[in-house]
Every structure is written in structure tokens, then in C-alpha cells.
């Protein structure tokens, strides 16, 4: 499109960022499955449902704004990663996209395995009943109590993130009679995010031990000196929403290349990898995910012709998508407060939720999809920016979107994609309660994370 001719007309082509001249969709009352759950859909009467409940109906039980999980999507996207995987790999489920007790009891039914990075994951997944040889604990800085709670629990496996921690694990174990299962997190130089990776210089973060300047090497050496500690393998992860193989490609390459170097100083040949996740999703329509059957073929052959050209046996592969199965499952659902219009520039869009429901549009500059779910519009498209509530300038939770132009307060909104990093990132701010997390399958829905109060608000404030 032509700078001359913006979507939003021409008194708008001054406004908008450069290079944004994304025409509006040609039916604002078409919800893109690629964005989309896969139970949502828009009923006769032009109201949206899921799981064949419609939304005016979960605001009027639930409340607004509340988070609305897909429970048969979920489960279906798990049974897709661990078909496309098979026996002979892991799929470790990365807790910290979102967790709850309800969330652990369907990976376990699904066969899917967990990751964990702190106590408090690792405390809700052990009561929900996920078995501690099924659950991994990650973290850059893991507390001694940490550390002694996972072992006592027979983790199947903690993730070395520094020298110091490689010392601390053999020795709670050690004093514990255990041998505690361990892989080493390497930083192998490449940092991969959406189509892009970039194969130097990326050492310098808090994440892991450098495979640069021999240094991992060094931590391989030290682990397998250690009675309290079995070295299984390598841990790498390289970014986040990935849509591109590429740096994949360049980290499998630089892990395997270690591998190698193990077997040949010590005659040792690990037995696994682990390749992190950081699969992207589809925020918006423009979004190109692959599918798990894609992926793992791709992770497959990657790692098995760099082994042949070293001459390793192809050890087994772990992942570790969390966005790639809940980010797509769930949605948000708030109701209009106020609708502004600015007079040459856009229409804000106040609703009753912001960044403490999902703080990722201010921190990360996230893009998402928005629509009017709570009937159908056959007004023109008008260009709006979805606000909060809180009194924060950067409290948007959706920057540029095209809504009706007969928008009113009282009306639903949903943003899709929000499975991930947003209920788990909530916070407080202004004292906001946190919302809820409902999930609805085949017209029931039942709350599996409730409703914040104030008097949750005021138990904790002891004065």
C-alpha cells in the first residue's frame, strides 16, 4: 500500500508509526482461527461462543475481565506435541507461561512432562499430583530451600545455571544419599527471536554457562567429578516467539560440537538434549506458526545429521513449548467503559481490565488482535487503541486495532492469543484484583484460578 492512501484515511497518515499501513480487515465480525481457539465462533445471532457457551453469558457468571481457557483446545495441543515427539523424545510443558493445579492434572492425563523454575511451581505441581521424575526445575538463581525441596522430591531433572549451582545441587544431594539427575544450561552464542538470529555476542545475559572461552567445557568437567550429580546431557534455549528454524539449526550444531568434545575427553557420550522452546504463535493474522508435527521433524533432523557428521549417537530430544500450547488457548474478555474519540488521530477504548491483566504490550511493545464479541456490527472500521484502567500512559493492551465505529460502553471485547505470560504475569497495581481463570469445554465452564477480592487484597496487608 502506498503511503498516500492509509487504511484509516489520510488525516491519519501522519500519525500512525512508519510503516504501518495495515488495512483493516475486510469483516470486522470474522474471528481468524489461526488466532482464535479452536471452539471459538460467532453464533447466529452475531454473539461469540466458546466451547458452545456464549460470551455474554460467561461476563454475566464471571464477571469481566476474565481469562477464558479453551480446555479441549489445550488438550488437543498437547496431544499434538506429544504425538509429533513420540516415545522417543520429551515434551516438557514450560509452567512459567501459565500454571495452575487444574493445568497440571490435564498435562498429566495428556502425557505431557513439566518445567518448573521455582518453588512455587514446583509446590503446585507436586499437589496436583504430576509425578517428580515428570518435573524438570529450571532457574538462575534457585534458593538452597529450592534446591533441598526438589531433590527430597526426586525431580527427574535440575538445570545447572552456573558454577556455583553445580557445587550446591551435589551437595544437598550428597547429604540427602541421593544422585540427583542434572543437565547443564549452555549459552551457545545465538539469540533467536520471530525471523531473525544473530550468532555472536549474546553471552552477555544471566541465563547459563558460556560455551565460549571453554567455559562450559569446564562445567562438564566439574559435574562429572561430583558423586551427588548424574550428568544427562546439555540444555539450550535461544529466544522466544521463534517462527524460523535457523537458529535452531546453529545452536544444535554448537551443542552436538560439545557433545562431541565430552566424548572425546572424557569417553563419555551424553545421553540427552534438551533445545528450550520459544515457539512462536499467531497474536495476529499477519502471524506464520509451525505446526508440532513441523517442528519436531525440523529439531529431528537437525540434530541427527549434525551427530552422524560427528559421529555421536543421536540422543534424546527434549522441548519445552508453554506459549505454543496455552498462549493460543485462552482469551480475555472486558467490557467497554468509555469510548474517546481524539478528532485526526484515533479512538481510545477504555475497558475495565489493562496492564495488570496483561502487562505485555508495555513491557514487551506486544502486538494483539481484538474484536467485538458480544454482537455483530456492520459499522465502518474505526481506529482504535484499546486501553486500560490504571493510571499509567503506557497501560495499552491493544496499540493499533480496527473496531466498529458504533462501539459503545456496555460492550464486550475479547483479545485472543492471551493464554500466555498474562494471567501469569498479573499484578496488583492501583490495587486491582486479578481476574479469574475459567475453563469451558463442551458447554460447561468451571473456575480453576478464582477471582481476586479486596478482602484478598487486605488479608496480606498486616498494617
Known sequence: ?????????????????????????????????????????????????????????????????????????????????????????????????????????WLGEEGLNLDVCSGGELSTALSAGMPAERIAFHGNNKSDDEIRRAVEAGVGRIVLDSFAEIVRVAHVADSLGKRQRVQIRVTVGVEAHTHEFIATAHEDQKFGIALAGGQAAEAVRRALKLDGLELIGIHSHIGSQIFDMAGFEVSARRVVGLLADVRDEHGVELPEIDLGGGLGIAYTSSDDPREPHEIAKALRDIVTRECEAAGLAVPRISVEPGRAIVGPTAFTLYEVGTVKPLDGLRTYVSVDGGMSDNIRTALYDAEYSVALVSRRSDAEPMLSRVVGKHCESGDIVVRDAFLPADLAPGDLIAVPATGAYCRSMASNYNHVTRPPVVAVREGEARVIVRRETEEDLLRLDVG
Open 1 to 105: 500500500m502506498s503511503r498516500s492512501a492509509h487504511p484509516a484515511g489520510p488525516r491519519h497518515a501522519d500519525v500512525l508509526p512508519e510503516g504501518h499501513y495495515s488495512a483493516p480487515p475486510a469483516d470486522l465480525n470474522a474471528l481468524d482461527p489461526k488466532v482464535w481457539s479452536a471452539t471459538v465462533e460467532r453464533g447466529a445471532d452475531g454473539v461469540a461462543t466458546l466451547g458452545g457457551i456464549p460470551v455474554t453469558r460467561l461476563a454475566e457468571e464471571f464477571g469481566t475481565p476474565a481469562y477464558f481457557v479453551d480446555e479441549a483446545d489445550f488438550r488437543a495441543r498437547c496431544r499434538a506435541w506429544a504425538e509429533a515427539f513420540g516415545a522417543d523424545a520429551d515434551v516438557f510443558y514450560a509452567g512459567k507461561a501459565f500454571l495452575s493445579r487444574a493445568i497440571v492434572r
